[in-house]
């Protein structure tokens, strides 16, 4: 069974730097793509980016291109989001997410079968 378990979340000021990251286990992850999304408070879960975990190819919303930068452990089977140059409104639980679709670009929540229980981050002005 899939399990995903993000880690990282917390507080940080407006122009600083976070790193989460997704410990997965359960499953043959060169399968899949991990995605990370996230959630405000009184919003929609909005998709954030992706990486294809075999190739290492990712893709990203246009609000964090530039910002944020999605990689992976193989050896230790996690998936890491490096968040730079926050913002106020990038304040939201954090979710990671895997699909067993490599072949598109995965941005949909309907699209991720399994799912992480999220890690709130909160950024400061």
């Known amino acids: 069974q899939v399990q995903l378990v993000e880690s990282g979340g917390g507080l940080v000021q407006a122009g600083g730097s976070r790193r989460l990251s997704c410990a997965a286990s359960g499953g043959t992850f060169s399968r899949y793509c991990m995605g990370w999304f996230r959630q405000a408070p009184g919003k929609d879960r909005e998709f954030v980016g992706a990486i294809r975990w075999s190739a290492g190819s990712t893709y990203y919303a246009d609000v964090v291109m530039g910002r944020f930068t999605i990689s992976r452990d193989n050896a230790k089977n996690t998936v890491l989001l490096q968040m730079n140059s926050l913002k106020p409104e990038d304040t939201a639980v954090y979710y990671c997410?895997?699909?067993?679709?490599?072949?598109?670009?995965?941005?949909?929540?309907?699209?991720?079968?399994?799912w992480g229980q999220g890690t709130q981050v909160t950024v400061s002005s």
């Open positions: 997410a895997a699909a067993a679709n490599i072949l598109a670009k995965v941005t949909a929540t309907d699209e991720y079968s399994y």
